[in-house]
């Protein structure tokens, strides 16, 4: 109990950056489609990464063990979102390979507490390595599953953080649709399969979960009438079902209301109709500036929907888009990106978002 207290005290004064959304739906005919918002309170100059197959990396342990770091070529191309105001390599907290294997980095404070390399280890890695490795050598769930125990993910005061320490845990999810969380707790890393198909931030996954059993009686349905003494009392609109499903935008609150939204609404029939169920679930988790502030010393600082991601596991297609064009995407075909073979690099906000306007087309 002293620990969970501890943990939800670290929590209280982490109080920024914390409203990251995942969510992945398999459609009817086998199109995967995982998406994901963005929230933070400062501006990381969000950067668009393509590797190519063979791109060089190194993992790396704490300087003070003085071991080797230990150099790598991906076996994957990829494309990964980094924060462009870190220095050196780009530290990937999303991205997509080019076997289908989609990654999403959410930020868990006061839970994580990443595993202490020793000087006997083999296999170890920093957080801010961990995308580039993960998304260059692994396809499958299956595969991290089985290689990925094998490594040490490490942090310290050393490496570059930013406004905030990078306290992460991960869904990674194939082309099948298997999926699965990464997280680090106690110095120990953990592994849950995502059965929810959702991840948002604080608590841990298996808290979340549970916390889902609060909410056992929202129902897609609601009861039209009912008789009160002899009166007939109707419902005022439908969607009385789901009263009490939390609106606000702490990270349980969206963990429910992602969950039972992707239970409740209809599995897609096709991949256009998968990509828009998962925008209009990722819609429900969208911050506007200013509603979900806080202080940090004398300066209000306030979480917003930096930028939402729409992947397509199957297709190698993603759609994209910032705070500045909510209401539009780019689309970026990844397999393209791959098969040249180029490396790039592209901000975020500099993408070309469309601004079309129909109206002289309707006067024709």
Known sequence: ?????????????????????????????GTVIAGRTMEWAFDMKW????????TAFELSAPSGLKLPAIAQK?????????????PGAPALLEGQNSAGLSMSANFLPGFTEYQTVSAADKHYVSILEF??????????VEEIKKELPQYKVWYDSSLPAGPTPPWLHFVLTDPTGASVIVEFVGGQMRLHDNVASVLTNSPTYDWQITNLRNY???????????DI???????????????????DYTPPSRFVRAAYLR?????????????????????????????????????????????????????????????????????????????????????????PYPAANVTQQLLK
């Open 74 to 86: 991906t076996k994957y191309a990829l494309v990964g979102i980094s924060p462009a105001v870190l």
């Open 216 to 226: 056992l009686s929202l129902s897609n349905f609601a009861r039209s009438s009912v």
């Open 1 to 29: 109990m002293k620990k969970w207290l501890l943990a939800i005290g670290l929590l209280s004064a982490a109080n920024v950056a914390l409203a990251c959304t995942a969510v992945n739906i398999t459609a009817k005919d």
């Open 47 to 54: 950067q668009i990464n393509s590797m190519p197959a063979g």
């Open 263 to 351: 239970h409740f609404a209809d599995v897609p029939q096709t991949r256009a109709e998968n990509v828009q169920l998962v925008a209009h679930i990722l819609n429900n988790v969208d911050i506007p500036k200013g509603v979900a502030a806080s202080k940090d010393g004398d300066k209000v600082v306030s979480d917003y929907t930096q930028w939402v991601a729409i992947k397509d596991l199957t297709n190698a297609q993603w759609h994209f888009t910032n705070y500045q064009n909510r209401t539009t995407y780019v689309t970026i075909d990844l397999k393209s990106l791959f098969e040249s073979g180029k490396p790039g690099a592209w901000l975020v906000d500099d993408l």
């Open 131 to 140: 995308g580039t490795m993960v998304l260059g050598m692994y396809a499958t």
């Open 229 to 247: 003494n002899g009166q007939n009392v109707t419902e005022i609109g439908q969607g009385g079902g789901l009263m009490g499903l939390p609106a």
